[in-house]
């Protein structure tokens, strides 16, 4: 998808396919996300910011006035207008596409608080009550919603929708159609009123219900007891064919458009639709938390990453009708624990380090539905628990008893599969020995080659990978013999598809990620020819932060970046929506994980050569890069180490403005001068077990007093001579002093570790 545009013919067909279906329109459950309904139509959802603000999207003339919309706790679209719950005092609150306010509540309900609101034609009921009390249920008050003009709309107090009867009851949800109101009874049940309320012939019942969802002339609930729909409607109307749901299938929520209803399964949160609906549209390889629909189009929120997913439900074609990329809340936030089948949703999840809840106040909480099941090809490696949902796992990694039927395995398949990667293992040995004895020859030549050296040999560098591809020369610098050489940038980087990275992430699945930060997550990947490389996957925010233009400029900047001491770019995909990075695999993980994640530890000959060569990388970065490269986040977790432990730096930033160069060099300098307190004591940066818990405070005035010595990691043997490890904590220390003019250059940093390898003191 491309986010936050909506092109002119799609609009088009928009307006189009709503005045097709003026006469049949639906309206969902009140939740996170929900759409209006008619020409003007919009939907709005409330954002996982932990402010509880409204974002619109749709008809354009929506744009603006939904920026004026106050925090909600709760959402309901009507026809031609959308109404909530406010977030601080659970006054109503019901706006159009032309002009938002609470002028669409009668004067005399705008200071009542509601617990729940329902939308439908041209009239809103709420039930009374402060919507994050633990009260959960209450009476109701109705209004009618009046057309002024051709795009202004009114309100005034409803004789049609009030009685004496309803007024004594007490109710849990409501929804909202054309001509009636329905509600959930606190003690079981469903009670419908107004003019064509008789026409649904809702039997009396004593079933409880966990969701409600009506259509123009019909309705549908989840019982509570098994999650199975039940449906009501008028049978001579023209939307009588979507009346009759799925036998035998649970579900946990609800959406109705024009002739059809829509489910959120409970097993796997895969939507399954009935009624005039075209199947083949609705994403099959995502899982929902809310979804809301208006005539023809659905949209709903992703469970993986609580980004905004659209689709035309009953077009003959797709359409690239968009949302705005941000996340959304999964649910609606609530006081109290999650009772059984529920988790409460836990914001650091979304890897965003300021954001600490997805609601306005700390003792709210998002409590979504469990799942207990995986679509096809995978299965659930780990139950639901209070505070994440079940975890699926690739069937290829189906490893006993416990997922063999659910991913149609037998035992004696299984059996089979391990012969044959027995069969594989004998076949690497023998493959194994014969390239072993090729690497012997080679390694021969290469020696030999070392003792005749060519003179005057250079290397390549291409320019851009991205535009017209060009070829500069340099004077290549020393490498040490460890170092892996990385073959020229190609002329373009590879572009690649969605789809095949897909499925060389296992569809982007947790057992496959590598790591996570600001920009999002990284993954292994296995692509068809066979290479293993790393995926970096852009999270919402920031696709939203960086346009198309921006994300071409970093890639030229990125592809032009070639070096042994670099993690180099292989290739892009920015396809439906998605900003994908591919990067050389570094099968070695992090210097943070060697140094503090409990992997294999490092000796001191391959600790100071990893400081060199990652020095020698943002050197290259500083200096060999035009416009120069500083790289702002130098920190241990952000130093890779390749198949031959070699140093390759990462997530290094792009040029804001040459203003800042120099101040940002300097403090790649004072970050790396950290690193090397790190890489000499094995003690973290800032460590809340140790006292001070800053490798700052801590370690430099021990080296300013001459004890460097006490700073060194006695978890590995110390070398025969000490004294390189002593002029290592001098250069940190000179790397960390508090005025940048005094910090010598990364230039000056690499020649000094460069020097201290090339004596081979403590080899």
């Known amino acids: 998808m491309n986010p936050l545009h909506t092109t002119t013919s799609t609009f088009s067909l928009f307006l189009l396919l709503s005045s097709f279906s003026t006469f049949t329109y639906g309206f969902g459950s009140m939740g996170p996300i929900s759409a209006v309904f008619g020409r003007n139509d919009f939907f709005c959802a409330i954002d996982a910011s932990g402010k509880q603000q409204v974002i619109c999207w749709g008809d354009k003339s929506t744009s603006s006035s939904s920026t004026d919309v106050p925090p909600m706790a709760a959402l309901s679209g009507g026809f031609g207008f959308m109404c909530g719950i406010l977030v601080n ?87 909202s159609g054309e001509g009636f109101s329905c509600g959930s009874l606190k003690d079981g049940g469903i009670k419908c009123w107004g003019p064509n309320a008789s026409n649904l012939g809702v039997p009396s019942l004593s079933d409880h219900f966990l969701a409600l969802a009506s259509g123009r002339t019909s309705l549908c609930g989840i019982l509570e007891s098994s999650g ?77 990453d609580l980004v905004l997913d659209c689709w035309f439900a009953n077009a003959s074609s797709p359409s690239d009708f968009d949302p705005p990329l941000q996340l959304c809340s999964p649910g609606l936030c609530t006081p109290g624990s999650c009772g059984p089948g529920k988790f409460a949703f836990n914001a650091s999840l979304l890897h965003e380090p300021d954001l600490t809840s997805l609601c306005v106040r700390k003792d709210l909480n998002i409590c979504s539905p469990c799942g207990f099941n995986c679509s096809n090809g995978f299965f659930p490696s780990s139950s639901c628990t209070q505070n994440a949902d079940r975890v699926c796992t690739a069937c290829s990694l189906c490893q006993n008893s416990s997922c063999w039927e659910v991913c149609n395995l037998k035992p004696h398949q299984q059996s089979h599969q391990d012969h044959r990667v027995r069969q594989l293992h004998r076949l690497m040995i023998i493959v194994g020995s014969s390239v072993l004895g090729f690497l012997l020859i ?275 043997g110390l070398p025969r001579v000490v004294v390189p490890l002593l002029k290592l904590a001098e250069i940190a220390e000179f790397a960390v002093r508090e005025n940048p003019c005094e910090r010598p250059s990364m230039g000056e940093v690499a020649t000094f570790l460069e020097q201290l390898v090339k004596e081979g003191l403590i080899l």
Request: one cysteine or more; glycine letters at 8%.
């Open 89 to 175: 005092t659970s006054y109503a609150y019901c706006w159009n596409s032309m002009a938002s306010g609470s002028d669409l509540v009668p004067q005399v309900y705008q200071s009542t608080s509601y617990s729940h609101i329902s939308s439908g034609k041209d009239h809103v009921c709420a039930i009374r009550g402060s919507y994050f009390s633990d009260t959960d249920s209450g009476s109701v008050d109705c209004w009618d919603i009046v057309q002024t003009s051709s795009t202004g709309f009114g309100s005034k107090q409803s004789g049609l929708y009030y009685n004496q009867e309803i007024s004594s009851l007490s109710f849990k949800k409501i929804v």
């Open 228 to 304: 199975e729909i039940k449906c009501w409607g008028d049978s001579s109307s023209l939307d009588s064919s979507y009346v009759d749901p799925p036998l035998g299938t649970s579900f946990v929520s609800l959406a109705t458009g024009a002739r059809y209803f829509c489910g959120i399964r409970t097993d796997d949160h895969g939507i399954e639709c009935w009624g005039k609906v075209n199947s083949s549209s609705i994403p099959k390889d995502s899982g929902f938390l809310s979804i809301t629909s208006s005539d023809s189009i659905m949209c709903g929120i992703r469970e993986d």
């Open 442 to 716: 080679l390694l021969f030549l290469c020696i030999l080659l070392r003792f005749f050296p060519k003179k005057g040999r250079q290397k390549k560098q291409f320019a851009s990978c991205i535009g017209k591809p060009g070829e500069k020369e340099t004077d290549a610098p020393d490498v040490p013999p460890s170092a892996v050489s990385v073959a020229p940038c190609p002329g373009l980087a590879q572009v690649f598809r969605l789809s095949e990275l897909k499925d060389a992430t296992n569809g982007f699945k947790e057992f496959n990620e590598l790591g996570r930060g600001s920009y999002g997550f990284v993954y292994k990947a296995v692509l068809a020819d066979g290479r293993q490389v790393a995926v970096k996957r852009a999270n919402a925010a920031t696709i939203i932060h960086t346009n198309s233009r921006e994300f071409e400029m970093e890639l030229e900047i990125l592809c032009s970046v070639r070096h042994s001491n670099v993690v180099n770019l292989l290739g892009y995909c920015a396809e439906m929506g998605e900003r994908l990075l591919i990067y050389e695999l570094m099968p070695h993980g992090t210097l943070h994980d060697h140094l503090h994640g409990g992997f294999s530890p490092l000796n001191w000959p391959l600790r100071l050569r990893i400081a060199m060569q990652a020095a020698k990388g943002l050197e290259f970065l500083h200096t060999e890069i035009n416009p120069p490269i500083a790289h702002r986040d130098v920190k241990s977790s952000n130093i890779l180490l390749d198949a031959d432990w070699g140093a390759r730096i990462s997530d290094f930033g792009l040029l804001r403005n040459e203003g800042d160069v120099i101040l940002d060099m300097r403090d790649d300098v004072y970050n790396f001068g950290i690193v090397l307190l790190e890489i000499l004591s094995g003690r973290k940066a800032n460590d809340r077990d140790c006292t001070p818990s800053s490798i700052m405070e801590w370690a430099v005035p021990l080296i300013k007093q001459g004890k460097a010595a006490a700073i060194i990691d006695r978890c590995v």
